[in-house]
């Protein structure tokens, strides 16, 4: 928590901003309405991608709510009658700060337009998807319980597919498990709290929470579940089949767990990336000028990006695939192609989204329609004929 100078002579860049709201509330010149966006704004800007150090000083995440916010100025213990003269007489720190608030929330539409939450995925031999009334819908094999949606699971923002098990993200943050449990995979940590982003990998499942810090359970036989020590603030997660690699706030990536292909080596060229895909035993990346970097296995040229991709909006790196959605919207695999997984249909045209499976692969189209192809042994390439993405991700039955 924040602590004011013991003599009040002078403001810290901290200080000012308490000392700033500290007088707006006083003088209810900002609403609960307003205090709350400004809250949700700033701390997912915060969370995910910091603009400076300044703007992590400033701390916004801690405010919940109005009640919280009083404390933390009660807490700074500025005298009020500075606090007064303060706000009278620098209207150009007010306007700074208020420019500030603004960058902030152009950023963070701009994040989360950049990186939407998860509404379809596909697993090992399962792939689901969450429809418009934020219910889940699955299908494909089921040895393990993995497509047996809970009866009380609503209200879902994301939804990861692992092997065997699935995980979704509530709107409140919260995150329900079901599937196999061999390796506790699905049973959350009761301390996880509120999670930004989750991933869901072999046996073993990594969230992000609320603070930008990673919490991994499950499997963790070759250390996919051991968080480095030095990871600090991530801005996304994603888990493979004995890895795990993690976009930090910086826009580095730092990967953990088993490395026998060389799958947690990060290319030291990589530099900042937009994204982050673990597969089987092999990553891949969208660096910072929308171009692909794959690193680890290549016995079926999975990490070789092919010279005529050009820039992506995304990628998924599958077992032993990898696809992309080019600029133009349209769909690139390349890798094992055993099952035909990356035969792209040709009627495929653009999409918004693609998710590779095991030995599957998933995409959204433009209208909204979910097509999958490749391995179809267990049914998961058997999307719902009624399922029918909508264009903020949603799905919903038609």
């Not at 998860?118 to 697993?123: F, P, R, V």
């Not at 429809?131 to 040895?143: E, I, L, Q, R």
Request: proline share 3%; with cysteine; aromatic share 6%.
């Amino acid at each position: 928590m924040l602590t004011a100078s013991a003599t009040h002579a002078t403001l810290s860049d901290t200080d000012r901003y308490v000392a700033l709201l500290a007088d707006m509330l006083e003088r209810k010149a900002i609403g609960d309405d307003e205090l709350v966006q400004l809250i949700e704004n700033a701390e997912q800007g915060c969370v995910i991608n910091p603009i400076s150090q300044e703007r992590a000083d400033i701390r916004v995440s801690y405010f919940i709510d109005r009640k919280v916010a009083q404390e933390w100025v009660d807490e700074a213990e500025l005298d009020p009658q500075q606090v007064a003269e303060w706000a009278a007489e620098n209207l150009v720190e007010q306007e700074r700060i208020r420019k500030k608030r603004k960058q902030v929330q152009q950023d963070t539409k701009r994040l989360w337009t950049e990186l939407p939450p998860e509404k379809l995925s596909a697993g090992g031999l399962h792939t689901c998807a969450v429809k418009a009334d934020g219910t889940v819908k699955c299908w494909g094999n089921n040895y393990y319980g993995q497509r047996d949606v809970p009866s009380n699971l609503d209200d879902i923002r994301s939804i990861s597919a692992g092997s065997v098990h699935s995980c979704v993200v509530k709107t409140d943050g919260r995150v329900q498990c079901w599937g196999n449990n061999d390796n506790n995979q699905r049973d959350v940590p009761a301390d996880l709290g509120v999670v930004l982003f989750m991933s869901a990998g072999n046996y073993h499942a990594c969230a992000v929470k609320a603070d930008g810090t990673v919490k991994c359970w499950g499997d963790n036989y070759s250390g996919q579940s051991n968080m480095p020590a030095d990871l600090g603030v991530v801005q996304s997660i994603s888990g493979g089949v004995p890895h795990t690699c993690a976009v930090k706030a910086d826009g580095t990536v730092k990967c953990w767990g088993q490395n026998f292909s060389g799958q947690r080596d990060v290319p030291s060229d990589l530099g900042v990336v937009q994204s982050i895909s673990a597969g089987a035993l092999h990553t891949c990346a969208v660096k910072a000028d929308r171009t692909a970097k794959c690193w680890g296995n290549n016995d079926n040229n999975q990490r070789d990006v092919p010279s005529d991709l050009g820039a992506v909006q995304s990628l998924s790196s599958g077992g032993h695939h990898t696809c992309a959605v080019k600029a133009d919207g349209t769909i690139k695999c390349w890798g094992n192609n055993d099952d035909g997984q990356c035969d792209v249909p040709p009627d495929l045209g653009v999409v918004r989204s693609v998710s590779a499976g095991l030995r599957h692969t998933c995409a959204v189209k433009v209208d909204g329609t979910v097509k999958c192809w490749g391995n179809n042994e267990h049914s998961q390439c058997d999307a719902p004929a009624d399922l029918v993405v909508l264009a903020n991700g949603l799905v919903k039955y038609i």
